[in-house]
């Protein structure tokens, strides 16, 4: 059935997203309304903070020629932005649109509010399909910007439902927001998904994205803890990214329930109330992970909770993660993994305990899939890596305190690896502070007047001077294990090889040749880089620029389009680190000079990673020297007075 459509009839924008539209500053849209009289009239707001009509100021902007050109996604992202109570709301109406269109339901004229938006609508759902013009739409949904949730991010996700070993099993998320843990759930090939959100839009769209993509399950709107959408429901797995620290949870009204079954939850312990709800749901057997601050492993009021939690057998698994992988960002947060443990059955004699906070996700989530797997087949065998995991014996963690932070029960680095580390740490960063600087571009001012003349992504690509594709939309079928890697966002922007896995899922495969130019869509800063090595696949996200060497230098072109005018030009108008890519600006010059650009550019590429890594040597060098020094595993050198 055809819901109705949420949205106001006449979209407004505000002098400042008119200026973000335009490509312009604050002050040329009012210089606009002072010299051209047929600037469009405000028709709401305040006279400090004048609104106008959105399609009214588009057709003037289009008419004068200062309209960049948009693709259909863009366009209709942008409108419903604007006309929307919140963006999940328009988002879920358009959702809903789309799925009656799939499924062949629609019948007579849709609500009149839906009108401006349809050709639109339509054109992307002609040229997508409903599911296709459905995920464009959400992925512009799905970046920051206000009225929008933080949302689990995908690498995050994928790393939570590895560690569950989802399978082919049931999953429920019951927080589950937007869906995002419940989408990696499908991509991990589970075949039936559940979920439960008290955001009413938020859980709406989760169901719409599931229906449009034929998954079975269900996700309902509501108050997990105080009305359970699913009890009595046990499932394979439970997936979680919890809110952290509510203050009016209904510990009074659940004191007794039926859930907590290691005891009753303290009042200010609402994340273990999380973790009972998961194991309540739980088949015997089955894995629950959970997002957790983290406080929660050493609060003293959640110490009971906790040491029941291991007594029973429930609890194998904290793990702490790198600053910044989800919201909040500055803090270091921890994912629990869970096991429902039968009653009769002895409980394991170890939790396994890992730090990970000191690395990148991407390239510690590998590592941190690895050593728990080695642990969940030998719980009872021994997993040690200095520094970074181990199986810790349950009894020993059953002292005073029951603390439960990784990093409080590493083994010791041995003192001797210590030293060597060190040596060899400085060793490398005095070679490479030494080759520094030969690596920085030679450059000299240029004479006045040689600016020159710029050509956008989108006309060298009209012109044949490039060929642009992507970015590439995320796919349901899986690479084999021993196909190509492919080259993903975070490689692109640490400036390092492919290294995607086989669960990658990618809706097309773009195989990469050198010379091309590798662009995020979404990223903190505008990033571009030059393929140096064949074989890799384009990954998701990523625009690829493929020059026409008779016309176009790669290593000119990657260097023209990272600037911070381009960073500018490019991103998205909710001011988000979303760039389309083709409204970014080359300079126009012949070819022989664009090379002699791109060797600078090549150069100055060089000298990026050479202080890259600088940095992080000189950190670890840092840490490792004070280490040493505490415990005596190195000395002074020489008169220390």
């Not at 998320?173 to 989408?183: E, F, K, Q």
């Not at 394979?236 to 009016?248: L, M, R």
């Not at 899939?369 to 020993?396: C, H």
């Amino acid at each position: 059935m055809c819901e109705t459509f949420g949205v106001q009839e006449n979209p407004t924008i505000t002098a400042a997203e008119i200026a973000r539209l335009a490509g312009v500053g604050r002050a040329a849209v009012s210089n606009w309304r002072k010299r051209h009289s047929d600037f469009p009239t405000p028709v709401g707001g305040t006279t400090a903070s004048p609104e106008f009509d959105l399609i009214q100021v588009e057709q003037w902007l289009r008419a004068q020629g200062k309209l960049p050109e948009l693709a259909t996604a863009d366009r209709l992202w942008r409108h419903l932005a604007a006309a929307s109570d919140t963006p999940a709301a328009g988002l879920a109406a358009v959702g809903a649109f789309l799925l009656a269109r799939q499924r062949g339901s629609r019948t007579g004229h849709p609500d009149a509010q839906l009108a401006p938006l349809l050709p639109d609508v339509d054109a992307l759902a002609d040229e997508l399909g409903a599911q296709g013009a459905f995920d464009e739409l959400w992925q512009r949904f799905s970046a920051p910007g206000p009225g929008r949730p933080f949302a689990t991010p995908d690498d995050l996700a994928d790393l939570m439902i590895g560690l569950a070993n989802v399978g082919g099993g049931s999953v429920l998320d019951p927080a589950a927001g937007s869906g995002a843990i419940l989408r990696a759930a499908v991509r991990a090939g589970s075949t039936s998904v559940y979920g439960q959100e008290l955001d009413q839009d938020l859980a709406r769209l989760a169901g719409l994205w599931l229906a449009l993509h034929d998954v079975p399950g269900e996700v309902c709107a509501g108050d997990t803890l105080r009305a359970d959408a699913f009890a009595g429901r046990a499932v394979d797995a439970v997936v979680c990214h919890p809110p952290f620290g509510a203050t009016n949870w209904g510990d009074e009204e659940l004191g007794h329930d039926p859930r907590w079954i290691v005891g009753t939850t303290p009042r200010t312990e609402p994340e273990l109330a999380w973790a009972q709800h998961a194991l309540a749901h739980l088949r015997v057997g089955g894995h629950a992970v959970l997002l957790m601050p983290p406080t929660v492993a050493s609060r003293r009021a959640g110490k009971r909770i906790r040491g029941e939690l291991l007594r029973r057998g429930h609890l194998r698994a904290v793990i702490a993660l790198p600053p910044g992988v989800a919201a909040p960002h500055g803090v270091p947060l921890h994912l629990w993994v869970l096991r429902r443990a039968a009653t009769d059955a002895p409980p394991p004699a170890r939790a396994l305990l890992i730090d990970a906070a000191g690395g990148d996700l991407v390239d510690t989530a590998p590592r941190v899939l690895a050593a728990w797997r080695a642990f969940a087949a030998a719980p009872d065998g021994d997993v040690e890596e200095a520094g970074f995991a181990r199986a810790v014996p349950v009894i020993e963690l059953l002292d005073e305190e029951v603390d439960l932070t990784p990093a409080r029960r590493q083994p010791a680095v041995v003192g001797e690896a210590t030293g060597e580390h060190l040596v060899r740490t400085r060793e490398r960063l005095a070679a490479i502070v030494g080759e520094l600087p030969a690596l920085l571009p030679q450059v000299t001012p240029a004479p006045s007047g040689l600016e020159g003349s710029f050509l956008t992504v989108g006309e060298l690509a009209k012109t044949g001077a490039l060929q642009l594709i992507g970015p590439v939309r995320a796919g349901t079928s899986t690479p084999a294990p021993d196909g190509p890697a492919v080259l993903t966002v975070p490689d692109v922007l640490a400036g390092v090889e492919a290294s995607g896995r086989v669960d990658d899922r990618i809706g097309q495969e773009f195989p990469l040749a050198v010379g091309d130019v590798v662009v995020p869509m979404i990223a903190r800063q505008l990033t571009a880089r030059v393929v140096t090595a064949e074989g890799a696949l384009l990954g998701r996200n990523l625009y690829l620029l493929r020059p026409n060497p008779t016309a176009l230098d790669p290593w000119f072109l990657a260097g023209q389009l990272r600037t911070s005018a381009n960073e500018k030009q490019s991103s998205s108008l909710s001011g988000t680190m979303r760039f389309d890519i083709r409204r970014a600006q080359v300079r126009r010059l012949p070819l022989d000079e664009q090379q002699a650009h791109g060797a600078a550019f090549r150069r100055l590429e060089a000298f990026e990673a050479a202080v890259r890594e600088t940095m992080a040597l000189g950190a670890e060098l840092i840490q490792l020297t004070a280490d040493g020094l505490a415990r005596g595993a190195v000395l002074p050198d020489g008169d220390s007075r």
